[in-house]
């Protein structure tokens, strides 16, 4: 199950490639489709309170997109499986499920997130938190709770992300497996460059200073943002 904001889309287009490798394997991914203007409208902005973040406004649009997809998910699955259940259902992220949890206990799910809401709430690239901000953590925290002590496993990218799962929303350890993100290389050697210029990496896409990416930009190799 496809959250399919941002870099999830990109994530399961690599899930995609590598499904179509295996034949031990039947992967159906389901992607949750755009935002209806209903959806819309139950996550617009309100005037004067979406500048303090007091408008509940990531709730809203978490509880209208979980609430399109528990209405759907029955269908979509007969479609993937006529006449079956899959075997397991993995949610990307958590927030799909967040009102999916009656027909989601009738089916083995994990889940992969690589922040919690009680993270994510806080350090959000289109806004800045303020006193607020923990309002929405409070309001969502009784159904992302509920997605995790429900779920198999919690697939944390992050031990980061895996510690706010246990402290923030008291799901035991044993639940919890950390797998990071990005691909393992082998150990880098230092080699003489003769003279030639540093390498330049170019990083394309949104809210990089909010994602840290330019952090190493004081010192080699030269990194460009864009």
Partial sequence: MNENIGGHATVHHHLRTVAAERDD?????????????????????????????ADLRSVRYQLAQSASVARQL??????????????????????????????????PYVVTIDSTNAQSNLMHPAREPTRFSSWSTRAVRPFERRVYAQAHRVIANSAWCARSVREDYGIAAEKIEVVPMGVALPKLSRVGRGGRPLPRILFIGRSHGAQGWLRPARGPPTLVGR
């Fill in 74 to 107: 029955p269908r979509w699955l007969a479609e993937a499986w006529p006449g079956e259940r899959p075997d397991v259902v993995h949610l990307y992220t958590h927030n799909v499920g967040l009102l999916a949890g009656r027909l989601l206990r009738e089916i």
């Fill in 25 to 53: 394997l039947d992967v159906r991914i389901i992607d949750v489709p755009p935002p209806t203007f209903l959806r819309k409208v139950a996550a617009v902005a309100v005037p004067g309170l979406a500048r303090l973040d």
